[in-house]
């Protein structure tokens, strides 16, 4: 036999251990190209969706009529924005709390 029984099972563990790391490294570099492309793609979402040369007008005491009917895209771009940080939030921890770090 090429290994004793006590070196089997260290070996197993050690490729388990392997393993998981390059599988935790993988998730982080696809959750990182995924929060890459987002960042590179908001400047052209937001450039498609606002005319050019839209501008806040008024003063008031709200928010929302210092908004022109032009600025839809910005308040669109924001939503996105927040909706797509709390999915990648939401999945991180779930991530987490399923394979916790070993110490």
Not at 67 to 81: K, N, Q, T, W
């Amino acid at each position: 036999m090429k290994y004793e029984l006590e070196e089997a099972v260290l070996e197993i563990e050690r490729r388990v251990v392997v393993r998981r790391m390059r599988r935790i490294q993988r998730r982080t570099r696809r959750l990182s190209a995924a929060c890459l492309t987002l960042f590179a793609l908001l400047p052209y979402v937001l450039y498609q969706c606002v005319q050019p040369g839209a501008r806040i007008s008024g003063m008031t005491r709200f928010g929302a009529y210092m908004l022109p009917a032009e600025a839809g895209g910005y308040v669109l771009v924001g939503l996105i924005s927040f909706v797509a940080a709390v999915v990648i939030t939401i999945t991180c921890i779930r991530c987490r709390e399923k394979h916790p770090p070993e110490e």
